[in-house]
């Protein structure tokens, strides 16, 4: 059993590497984060915070845009290719290939992380500023932010279109940074009905913004750990959710 999903976790992470659009996305992301020390000439006074603000938000923004078209189009792209009929008419069920195709696109996306990262603490280095423990939890906590995207679009594309997935992942990637207004809104109203709706809606929206350290590596605030563990078993959870729906709907999928 773990013979086969390693097998398809790397087969994934190299088809991954090799798509032209992983590779030129992978290549603007560094040449924004290099063309991002000019701006820091805007602003001498809070040189470290723009540099830190700038770096770490494309870094974001390309690995996001990278994790809803890598989740919400894989099983279009296996079924164009005809490869998935290959592999499911042999002895591996598709629960066990939905989860190595996963494991192999979070793979993809950690080590461009780690690339992006090591970057942009050259780029602090060089120009004399200090590397914080603060920029550290920003991105690693970018890439459990990454992880629920991505089991938001793999649960999206085992039963709906590529366009359809990447339209649904990037609504819950706004909506998920929204959520906590939304909650505050609908505790304001007095209608029980719209306080319950939003309740709701709060609690199935993915909770992005209690993973984004973004704005304390900025100013450089720390994170107490016992944040983090929750944040990130939260993270954690919610992808298993989205995975287990996914691995539910692409088991009864008909393909013929």
């Not at 990037?170 to 998920?176: E, L, T």
């Not at 984004?212 to 900025?218: E, I, K, P, S």
């Amino acid at each position: 059993m773990m013979r086969p999903f390693l097998a398809l976790t790397l087969n994934g992470f190299r088809e991954a590497r090799r798509n032209r659009v992983t590779v030129v996305v992978g290549a603007f992301a560094f040449g924004l984060l290099v063309a991002s020390t000019l701006l820091t000439n805007l602003s001498v006074s809070t040189f470290d915070r723009v540099l830190t603000d700038v770096g770490l938000g494309v870094m974001s923004i390309v690995l996001v845009l990278l994790a809803i078209f890598l989740s919400s189009g894989m099983l279009s792209r296996e079924i164009e290719r005809k490869t998935l009929f290959l592999i499911v008419s042999k002895p591996i069920s598709r629960s066990l290939f939905l989860t190595a195709r996963f494991a192999g696109n979070m793979l993809t996306l950690a080590v461009l992380l780690l690339a992006m990262g090591a970057l942009f603490f050259v780029q602090v280095s060089l120009y004399g500023t200090l590397i914080t423990e603060a920029q550290f939890v920003a991105i690693g906590m970018l890439f459990f932010e990454l992880l629920v995207l991505s089991s938001i679009g793999f649960a999206m594309s085992s039963f709906a279109s590529q366009m359809v997935s990447a339209t649904v992942t990037v609504g819950a990637f706004f909506a998920g940074h929204l959520s906590g207004d939304i909650y505050e809104l609908s505790s304001k109203t007095e209608n029980p009905a719209f306080q319950w709706l939003g309740k709701a809606v709060y609690y199935a929206l993915p909770n992005l913004s209690r993973l984004n350290y973004r704005v304390q590596a900025t100013y450089e605030l720390p994170t107490p750990v016992s944040e983090l563990i929750p944040s990130m078993l939260y993270a954690v959870a919610y992808a298993l959710v989205m995975i287990l729906i996914a691995v539910t709907l692409f088991s009864r999928r008909d393909f013929k």
